[in-house]
């Protein structure tokens, strides 16, 4: 009986771990987004490459954000993604999730080292209202000569609010990337 | 007040801790406190003990704030057993009425044999540890039907639209305020439903055979199995009327558990030899009168630890704890 007992034991762990196993692996190797997909962080995030790992998707950085500028990724972002916390509103460099965050994902960073994204002008679809121009709280964008708003790569920091006045629909004619974010290096002792 | 009517007490303690629990994680969110996976109350954080160790072997550094706010379900686990299932777990709160009203009714279907192994939730959580590291992220995280049920609100876009719609028109000037319209990522939802039709089938079947996060608060409990607080089965004074194993919700075989251990005692063996007794003979005249060297014996066997999760429905259906003592 005891070893009837064992090899019933053996072939249920066995199993369940395979099984398992097999359902992570495939179901993240077939969720995968079909090309590159530019998710912007929240400030102080660790580089991409570790995020995922560092992040327990636990939602909270998400809910104390002010502006609602947080959203969650979903499985079209890839299976890796979900759960992950992605910028799509207006930050406005409270801190609230780096300070709400508990897995060190996001860490604390001065306004100096704040650089979450970079804008990028549309020019077809730029209306010339300035609405841009005016609003920028890192003064990065100006009137270029000819009569578009121009971005300061040095001065962006991403922060998203033009994004979020631009009048333009329904795409907007200002969008921000998250080329060029300075991200928090991780250093790997193991 | 007798043993029976203060497990009753308990018993509804722990569904109106349930109660509370759940609205916590699952609406308390609204007000920035968290998920199961992790919560601020009161300034401090709570996390998932399995989360955390997922975390830890990927991050493959020790992340203080973390690991210390996993500490207090991790000791309470060690003195407790699996008291998580039963008083917190949002998922155990969600399925309780649903497997009560439906054990209530007798609709239970019952599971095929293959699936009937509690070692299963063991397999499950090496695959998923396994995984974690391989992938390097922590994978059970996105399926976990646990922290799946507890972000059932979370806006997955800031209009509470999905990411394709999201990304063609960017959130709104105004900021919204609580968006209840977004819905889980496909897997969580369906592992969600998958607990939900295994319950139809046996009561908290997900619980005992299948969740990796049960199968972790088992380990810590079977670590500290006798240093623990467990509920005991008075073998002395039982008329073996299997109330408590038809009640139990994690489908504990406690009658016949408690009997075999008693049974493979060297001790019991000893006490039969020296009433001239055999050892079935033995705990048939315990029924009738009492033991003392018995019930000493009796007293070391609990319930399975690494599987009780603490709910009292036993005790309070027991009828020798109703009519007294």
Sequence with gaps: MSKGMGRRRFLALAGGGILSFLVYYLSDSSIRPAGKIDLMRPPGAVEESAFGGACIRCQRCIYVCPTQALRSA?????????????????????????????????????????????????????????????????????????????????????????????????????????EGAKRIKVVRII | MNRAQRARIYRYIRYLSLALFFSLFVFGLAFGLGTVCSTAIFGYSYSCPFGVFQQTLIVRLVTLGLVVSALLIVVLTLFLGRFFC?????????????????????????????????????????????????????VWCIFCPVGGISK??????????????????PPPTTPTIFTPTSVLPIIGTSVILLAVALEVGERRAWCRYLCPL?????????????????????????????LCVRNCPMGIPILDQTRAKI???????????????????????????????????????????????????????????????
């Design chain 2, 152 to 169: 059932i609100f979370t806006p997955i876009g800031v209009a509470g639209t999905n990411f394709t719609i999201a990304a063609i028109t």
């Design chain 1, 74 to 178: 979903t499985i079209s972002d890839g299976l890796s993604k979900v759960f992950t916390p992605v910028l799509e509103g207006e930050c406005i460099q409270c801190w609230k999730c780096i300070q709400a965050c508990p897995s060190g994902a996001l860490r604390q960073i001065t306004l100096e080292e704040y650089k979450v994204g970079n804008a990028v002008l549309n020019k077809p679809l730029c209306i010339k209202c300035y609405i841009c121009v005016a609003n920028c709280p890192f003064n990065a964008i100006t009137i270029a000569d000819d009569k578009f708003p121009a971005v300061d790569a040095k001065k962006c920091t991403g922060c998203r609010k033009c994004v979020v006045l631009c009048p333009v629909r329904p795409v907007r004619a200002i969008t921000v990337s998250s």
């Design chain 2, 263 to 325: 049974k493979a005692d060297s001790e019991t063996e000893a006490l039969a030899k020296k009433m001239g007794l055999t050892k079935e003979q033995l705990l048939v005249k315990a029924r009738k009168e009492p033991i003392p060297e018995l019930k000493k014996i009796a007293n070391k066997y609990s319930i399975q630890s690494t599987e009780c999760i603490k709910c009292f429905t036993c005790v309070s259906v027991c009828p020798i704890y109703k009519t007294g003592k």
């Design chain 2, 86 to 138: 039963g008083w917190i777990c949002p998922l155990g709160a969600a399925l309780t009425p649903i497997g009560g009203l439906l054990s209530r009714i007798k609709k239970q279907a019952g599971l095929p044999n293959f699936l009937k192994n509690r070692d299963t939730k063991y397999g499950v959580l090496l695959g998923s540890v396994v995984a974690a590291v391989i992938l390097a992220f922590p």
């Design chain 2, 214 to 242: 049960g199968a972790t608060f088992g380990l810590l409990a079977g670590l500290s199995h006798k240093i623990g607080w467990q509920i005991r089965m008075p073998m002395d004074k039982t008329i073996e009327c299997g």
